[in-house]
């Protein structure tokens, strides 16, 4: 049985700001579905399909600024999860991953938010980088 845990939506989701509440489901140990739990009909389809980062580089680095720290109540103790989102290609390598904008799990009192990283600070990230540069 997949494991899934329902989060509130502290920091918004890139074009999708009125969304509060989502589910995150494991497909396997690559991916995961965001999707809406919102009551109401205009986001009730809305999933999103995330990576772990991760599996992809295992240099992905970023500072949780401060001000997400405060809203997510994260400390030492808490227990983070990191995804990306991925825009679908018409195969995986094709597909691309969003590093600039990591989604930020605090398990420890299910929140999360997205976070946009400053890219002058972060030049080895984009927005759109193909899975296949990191198939070997």
């Given amino acids: 049985m997949l494991n899934k845990n329902l989060f509130t939506v502290k920091g ?4 999708f700001e009125d969304i509060t509440k989502v589910e995150i489901t494991p497909l396997d140990k690559f991916f995961v579905t965001m999707k809406s739990v919102e009551s109401g009909a205009e986001h009730k389809h809305t999933s999103f399909t995330l990576i772990n980062p991760y599996v ?3 240099d992905y680095s970023f500072d949780v600024p401060t001000p997400y720290q405060v809203l997510l109540d994260i400390n030492d103790r808490s227990n983070l999860r990191v995804y990306n989102m991925v ?6 390598g094709e ?3 969003n590093f600039i904008a990591p989604i930020v799990c605090n398990v420890k009192n299910n929140t999360m938010a997205q976070i946009v990283l400053d890219p002058k600070d972060y030049v080895e ?12």
Avoid: D
């Fill in 12 to 15: 918004p989701i890139l074009g």
């Fill in 56 to 58: 992809l580089r295992s």
């Fill in 87 to 92: 825009m679908l290609g018409k195969t995986i």
């Fill in 95 to 97: 597909s691309g991953v």
């Fill in 125 to 136: 990230y984009s927005q759109a980088e193909k899975i296949s540069n990191f198939l070997s």
